[in-house]
């Protein structure tokens, strides 16, 4: 049995690296999977409150989760495709055509 | 789990709406010779039969589908909101999406789909159907921001997806924590937590919990410093998903914001209004001034939305019945007035060219006399000057805050109101008081009788709301009854 | 007390107007000046029916009109005026006919002008007549959307940046003055009462002298801009010396009169104990405001600006009248504020006049116009000594008011107020020498033509205004006495009643600055 903090900070850490991700890496298909890293961090949290807890509740979120994280990509890797189609970019620091 | 026809009550609305939008979607395929002109009058239809089967604008709470969803007067008011946003976003988008060669079925549907997303929000009593909610709503929106497919459209929806899939994130990690600390992901539930256990506000989970989930609202409602990547998404989304994402987006996230905060997290006010105290300042006080540096009108009113932001905040840090009811008319005031403001945008633009730059204003109010006098309108309302709606909504705000004791914020807030004065007055600056220059930019109006008829409807709303507001605070006020 | 409804009528005669102008086709301009004027004449006649029906004797509201607005917040359509409103009232319509006859020649948008014009009419009414603080707010603000446009669209060179700048000056003061009405509001349910922003009401809520001293600081800001007092005058000069001549009428005649009656009827009645504490600092701004004004006035080389500096000297004079919070010197404040629509607001006509013709406000541009328009000159002239203060003409009355006001509270202010009207003298009357007498040696001006049929018209009945309050002043002050007294009365009343109230300590409101993020048990 692994103890309840163990596997909270793991997704806890999971969560930073994620979020690290976002904010440092510029490659846009990095970045997407980085989101999709801090939604993963966030089920395993799920995960680990429904067995403290005894509730299945939290199991139940974890399928909604996955769900929209799997429509969010689906969504965002076609805007990926779009913008690479119109620019030929992937690095976010070139997607700066807006700027005030 | 089971639900009876009672729930299904609560949902009607909504699935009106959805079958306004799953029938659009039909109709394009069927119509014979590609007629779609109708298609944006059939969501508008849909969104009129919705607003007769909306429950419960004054009956006393109810909440169904295992407390999931609630059918409250605050639903129902949030809703009505909706309903007007989405009915000028169609008007609004018809005759603009004809011009630019995009007027497609899915747009529509989108748009309905995302109203859907926003009224569900408004209704969410638990915070997994928030989340749900949110998400409905906002990959609905990323798509509409890139319609145009465009270099700048794809840079919107680019930038506002990996915002809002980043602000989802903090949300939903903040739920999971406040699910363990609370036991349960109820609105109500997180409330009687608190409140029957004092050392639980002090839990570092709990604590942790509250703070992911307001910086992921503050991410949705793009307050500083969650801001970064607002401004351009509105500037380069299509200009009608720019005024529906200003007006209908922050009035689903603030409803959700007032339910989370002014409910669940009730007995936790003295902890986070002070974060939000420094971060509406921050709000306003940044939006006004990077709005006065832009000479974009359409980037203008894109930070000038985080500034309204700001002043919403104000309300929220208030944190009583009088200052949610204070928003709530603030959020109708604000989409009329900023689908208007977005509408006479639309209107000096022609295919392929926006001419949103200030310069293109020059003259305009004297050679389209009701043009000006719209355009004028809206931006007095926008800085709050009375008779108008956008008066009586920051009047109301600024009264709570008074009464709570914030009378530091509250200065705060006039001056910044004045400071935005300077912004939204060059608009008219320039609309009257230049010269057109030699070739004009704009030559004529991109104006037909369904962007008439929303220009009169929204500027009609502006006017009415500021000069007879008695009735519609009242319902505010009791929509926050049943709430708080 | 059923009544026909006067100061509906009046206030929203204009309006009504204005909705009917929009019907009017452009192209027939002619069609359009006719009707402003007939609905602004209209408007004075009727306002004639309240100066004939006034009650002297009677010092409270008259032609009170109340209805409810918005219930559940206390807010309410109430309207009604005193002794110290008529006037006002009565200088607002009367300016608003000459006015339009002074734009007879505005050719550019007359449409939008006369609209404008009509707008700022209601807006002025209604902020005079006003019994309800949200409802005053209302007007108050709304005013100057027409004169920012009435600035913006037809005014001078630098129109665009004077505009503004007169915007925001004056929505910063009332922004900061709209938390202090909240908070009034506020304090006024927490003593007990139903929620109310009926002035009258809170007139009657005692407060502790510190609380006072605050929201005194936020409404005085809101009407010492608008007043303005030095050092918060910087906007007008700019605002006049750009606005078209019609504009610097009413800017002078009335809007500058929202800042001594916003004293008048708001911040001194709700704050006295504020205003005992803030008086010697006013009078002394005030009197430094008055030298300043003179000094600058003297040294400037525009007439417009010139008149503007005067308005600033003159203002000041007013604003120590109010401070020095006796009977001659209230009266005096307030006669005053009516002298100075009278007589700057004509002083703004002729130098209207004379632009029409030359295109120019320098004086070194002139010398010697009494030989080319001599009828021209000794209006002016007139004008002149009214607004000097010369025996016989209005001035006098008011300034000999306000002096023997301030002499009784304090004579070191008097006597440096008196250099003020001896600066006055000496550059107004140093500029009506370089610009009419001398040799009339500019080739332009020697062909000049003299005052016109309509010129004559508009400029009548200030000259006959000014007689009439110099030689017979009577008429005016009478209505006001019973008004003043009771003002007074009550002001010393509320002074007395607040200053035995338990104040928190002096360091409650710093206290509450720091408690911002956490307001404590204050609240109720």
């Known amino acids: ?100 | ?484 | 007390m059923s009544h026909f409804p006067y100061l509906s009528t009046i206030t929203f005669l204009p309006l009504l107007g204005a909705l009917v102008l929009l019907l009017i086709p452009r192209k027939s301009e002619g069609g359009i000046r006719a009707w402003t004027l007939a609905v602004t004449a209209i408007t004075f006649v009727i306002s004639l029916a309240l100066w004939v029906r006034f009650d002297p004797a009677q010092g409270g509201m008259q032609f009170v009109e109340r209805k409810a607005w918005i219930e559940s917040l206390g807010i309410s359509y109430y309207v009604g005026i005193d002794g110290i409103s008529l006037w006002l009232v009565l200088l607002t319509t009367f300016l608003s006919v000459i006015c339009v006859l002074s734009s007879w020649g505005i050719t550019k948008q007359v449409k939008e002008y006369m609209l404008f014009f009509l707008l700022l009419e209601t807006g002025m009414l209604g902020a005079l007549i006003s019994l309800d603080l949200v409802l005053f707010y209302i007007f108050w603000e709304a005013m100057l959307i027409p004169m920012y446009f009435l600035i913006g669209v037809w005014g001078g060179t630098d129109r665009i940046y004077a505009a503004i700048k007169f915007f925001i000056y004056t929505m910063v003061g009332s922004l900061l003055m709209l938390v202090a009405i909240l908070a009034l509001y506020y304090l006024n349910i927490r003593a007990g009462n139903a929620p109310t922003f009926d002035l009258l009401k809170l007139y009657e809520l005692n407060l502790a002298p510190n609380v006072q001293f605050w929201m005194f600081a936020a409404f005085c800001l809101a009407f010492a801009i608008k007043v303005p007092m030095w050092p918060l005058h910087t906007w007008l000069p700019d605002a006049h010396t750009q606005a078209p001549t019609a504009g610097s009428v009413i800017l002078a005649g009335v809007l500058l009169k929202m800042g001594t009656y916003g004293f008048l009827r708001f911040a001194m009645p709700l704050f006295p104990n504020a205003v005992e504490a803030w008086a010697p600092f006013m009078m002394v701004v005030a009197v430094i405001g008055i030298i300043y004004g003179a000094l600058v006035a003297m040294v400037q080389d525009d007439v417009k600006k010139l008149v503007a500096y005067s308005s600033v000297s003159h203002l000041g004079f007013v604003m120590l009248g109010l401070f020095a919070l006796n009977m001659q010197g209230v009266q005096g404040g307030l006669y005053q504020s009516l002298n100075h629509g009278i007589s700057t607001g004509a002083l703004f006509l002729l130098v209207g006049v004379i632009y029409e013709r030359r295109h120019t406000r320098a004086i070194a541009d002139f010398g010697g116009l009494a030989k080319a328009m001599p009828n021209y000159a000794v209006v002016f002239l007139i004008i002149t000594m009214s607004s000097i203060g010369l025996p016989g003409l209005n001035g006098f009355v008011g300034e000999f008011l306000i002096m023997l006001g301030a002499f009784l509270t304090s004579k070191t202010a008097a006597v440096f107020a008196a250099t003020g009207v001896i600066l006055a003298a000496g550059y107004m009357l140093w500029m009506v020498k370089r610009v009419f007498f001398g040799p009339l040696d500019k080739e332009e001006n020697q062909g000049l033509a003299d005052l016109t049929g309509l010129e004559w018209g508009y400029l009548i009945p200030m000259v006959v205004m000014a007689f009439w309050m110099g030689i017979y002043p009577g008429t005016f002050l009478r209505k006001t006495d019973a008004t003043l007294e009771l003002w007074l009365e009550r002001f010393e009343a509320k002074k007395e009643a607040c200053r035995s109230l338990e104040s928190p300590g002096a360091l409650a409101w710093l206290q509450d600055g720091l408690n911002l993020v956490f307001p404590g048990s204050h609240a109720d």
């Open chain 2, 1 to 484: 789990m089971t639900f009876s026809m009672a729930d299904m009550r609560l949902l009607t609305p909504h699935l009106v709406i959805t079958a306004a939008a799953l029938l659009v979607l039909l109709a394009e395929a069927v119509s014979p010779g590609r007629r779609k002109g109708y298609l944006p009058y059939l969501g508008i239809a849909g969104i009129v039969v919705a607003a007769f089967t909306t429950p419960g604008l004054f009956g006393p709470a109810r909440s169904g589908f295992s407390g999931m969803l609630a059918g409250d007067a605050f639903a129902a008011f949030v809703y009505f909101i909706l309903y007007a946003v989405g009915a000028l976003t169609l008007l609004v988008s018809d005759a603009y999406l004809r011009d630019e060669g995009r007027d497609h079925a899915e747009y529509y549907a989108l748009v309905l789909l995302a109203l859907v997303g926003m009224m569900l929000m408004a209704g969410a009593t638990h915070l997994m159907s928030v989340f749900l909610a949110l998400e409905t709503m906002s990959i609905a929106i990323y798509a509409l921001a890139g319609f145009f497919r465009d270099e700048r459209s794809a840079e919107a929806s680019f930038k506002y997806f990996i915002l809002g899939a980043f602000s989802s994130g903090f949300l939903l990690y903040g739920i999971a924590l406040l699910y363990g600390a609370c036991g349960t992901t109820e609105i109500q539930g997180i409330l009687d937590a608190f409140a029957s256990n004092r050392a639980l506000a002090g839990s570092p989970m709990a604590l942790a919990g509250v703070g992911l989930v307001t910086v992921g609202f503050a991410f949705k409602v793009a307050a500083v410093p969650f801001h970064m990547w607002t401004p351009d998404a509105y500037q380069g989304a299509p200009t009608s998903v720019t005024a529906f994402m200003a007006t209908g987006v922050k009035a689903a996230a603030f409803a959700a914001v007032l339910r989370v905060f002014f409910v669940a997290f009730q007995t936790l006010h003295v902890d986070w209004s002070g974060v939000l105290w420094v971060l509406a300042l921050l709000t306003m006080t940044l939006g006004n001034l990077t709005a006065i540096a832009q000479t974009d009108v359409k980037r203008m009113l894109a930070y000038s939305s985080i500034a309204h932001a700001g002043y919403i905040l104000v309300g929220v840090v208030a944190g009583t019945p009088e200052a949610g009811a204070g928003i709530l008319y603030y959020l109708l005031a604000y989409a009329f007035m900023n689908i208007g403001a977005f509408a006479c945008l639309i209107m000096v633009g022609r295919k392929g060219h926006e001419n949103t730059e200030l310069d293109a204003f020059a003259g305009l109010g004297f050679k389209f006399p009701a043009l000006g006098l719209a355009m004028s309108l809206f931006m007095f309302s926008m800085a709050g000057i009375p008779p108008t709606a956008g008066f009586i909504g920051k009047f109301l705000i600024f009264k709570a805050a008074v009464h709570q004791g914030y009378y530091w914020l509250t200065i705060f807030g006039v001056l910044n109101s004045a400071a935005s004065v300077y912004y939204y007055l060059r608009v008219i600056v320039t609309m009257y008081f230049k010269p057109e220059p030699d070739t004009p930019v704009v030559e004529g109006l991109r104006a037909g009788p369904s962007m008439a008829l929303a220009t009169i409807l929204a500027g009609l709303g502006v006017l009415y709301f500021g000069i007879v507001p008695g009735g519609l605070v009242d319902l505010a006020e009791q929509a926050l009854r049943y709430l708080v």
């Open chain 1, 1 to 100: 049995m692994i103890p309840f903090e163990y596997s909270m900070g793991l997704s806890a850490v999971l969560f930073g690296l994620g979020v690290v991700g976002v904010l440092v890496r510029r490659n846009v298909i990095v970045l997407l999977m980085c989101v999709e890293l801090m939604l993963n961090a966030v089920n395993l949290a799920f995960v680990t409150v429904a067995d403290h807890l005894n509730s299945v509740e939290g199991l139940l979120y974890v399928f909604f989760v996955m769900t929209v994280a799997a429509a969010e990509a689906a969504v965002g890797l076609a805007i990926v495709v779009c913008l690479y189609r119109a620019r030929r970019a992937v690095h976010a620091d070139e997607i700066s055509l807006l700027k005030g």
